[in-house]
């Protein structure tokens, strides 16, 4: 089966950092994506992580270790408009859909 | 340029009307999807068209009818719709509906959307 966790919602302060976490069980694994969707708008790309370890761009950074079926995403100096939901997705080659996507986590910045 | 359009932004149609959702991009992307998303919810892919076929179907009521008339354009004509398929659609695409894993081939891009009330 395919599932993936996510926290529903999160809260942080502005300037702060925020680590949503991520987990799957896939039957197989071929990268993991993390989108930034704010309310009532197309989810935008953020990241993807296919092998192990930290890939960084600029205040974001993504994290993957396969065998732990684990990813975490990290939002530094966080500002008001990170304030949005953040879709975790694996592409799983061995499923019927190109990409499953989590349910996302809610963040909300507050002052 | 990684944009893909949708049109309209908005759309109100009775249960009788039929309408149709459009989707464009020239990214020279071969793999092109629908999606449709509830408030607070992910998007739940409908179709996938790879090299403008029909390549997955997720169990789609016939009320739904994607179209592909090339490689850039994707359509959903919609007929006889309920007030319960009111929500978000949206279009992406990629390089490839490939098992890559690459980046460059298998990030999807998505439209921002058409909001949909079926009344």
């Given at each position: 089966?395919?599932?993936?966790?996510?926290?529903?919602?999160?809260?942080?302060?502005?300037?702060?950092?925020?680590?949503?976490?991520?987990?799957?069980?896939?039957?197989?694994?071929?990268?993991?994506?993390?989108?930034?969707?704010?309310?009532?708008?197309?989810?935008?790309?953020?990241?993807?992580?296919?092998?192990?370890?930290?890939?960084?761009?600029?205040r974001f950074s993504s994290f993957l270790s396969r065998s732990k079926g684990y990813s975490y995403l990290l939002l530094k100096e966080?500002?008001?408009?990170?304030?949005?939901?953040?879709?975790?997705?694996?592409?799983?080659?061995?499923?019927?859909?190109?990409?499953?996507?989590?349910?996302?986590?809610?963040?909300?910045?507050?002052? | 340029?990684?944009?893909?359009?949708?049109?309209?932004?908005?759309?109100?149609?009775?249960?009788?009307?039929?309408?149709?959702?459009?989707?464009?991009?020239?990214?020279?992307?071969?793999?092109?999807?629908?999606?449709?998303?509830?408030?607070?919810?992910?998007?739940?892919?409908?179709?996938?068209?790879?090299?403008?076929?029909?390549?997955?179907?997720?169990?789609?009521?016939?009320?739904?009818?994607?179209?592909?008339?090339?490689?850039?354009?994707?359509?959903?004509?919609?007929?006889?719709?309920?007030?319960?398929?009111?929500?978000?659609?949206?279009?992406?695409?990629?390089?490839?509906?490939?098992?890559?894993?690459k980046k460059s081939t298998d990030t999807q891009y998505f439209g921002p959307g058409?909001?949909?009330?079926?009344?």
């Amino acid at each position: 089966g395919q599932n993936i966790d996510q926290p529903t919602e999160m809260t942080a302060t502005e300037g702060a950092i925020v680590q949503i976490n991520c987990t799957y069980q896939t039957s197989g694994f071929n990268g993991l994506f993390w989108y930034q969707q704010h309310a009532g708008e197309a989810p935008t790309f953020l990241s993807y992580n296919v092998l192990d370890g930290l890939e960084e761009k600029g205040r974001f950074s993504s994290f993957l270790s396969r065998s732990k079926g684990y990813s975490y995403l990290l939002l530094k100096e966080l500002q008001m408009k990170d304030s949005a939901s953040y879709l975790c997705a694996v592409r799983d080659p061995g499923g019927n859909t190109p990409l499953v996507f989590g349910k996302g986590t809610r963040l909300s910045v507050i002052a | 340029d990684t944009e893909v359009t949708q049109t309209p932004k908005h759309l109100v149609m009775g249960m009788t009307n039929k309408k149709s959702l459009k989707c464009e991009q020239h990214m020279g992307h071969r793999a092109m999807y629908w999606y449709k998303q509830k408030a607070k919810k992910p998007p739940e892919l409908m179709f996938v068209y790879s090299y403008e076929k029909l390549s997955i179907n997720e169990s789609v009521p016939s009320r739904f009818s994607p179209e592909c008339p090339n490689s850039s354009l994707l359509n959903l004509h919609l007929h006889a719709l309920q007030p319960e398929d009111s929500a978000l659609y949206l279009c992406a695409s990629s390089q490839d509906q490939g098992t890559s894993g690459k980046k460059s081939t298998d990030t999807q891009y998505f439209g921002p959307g058409t909001r949909l009330t079926v009344l």
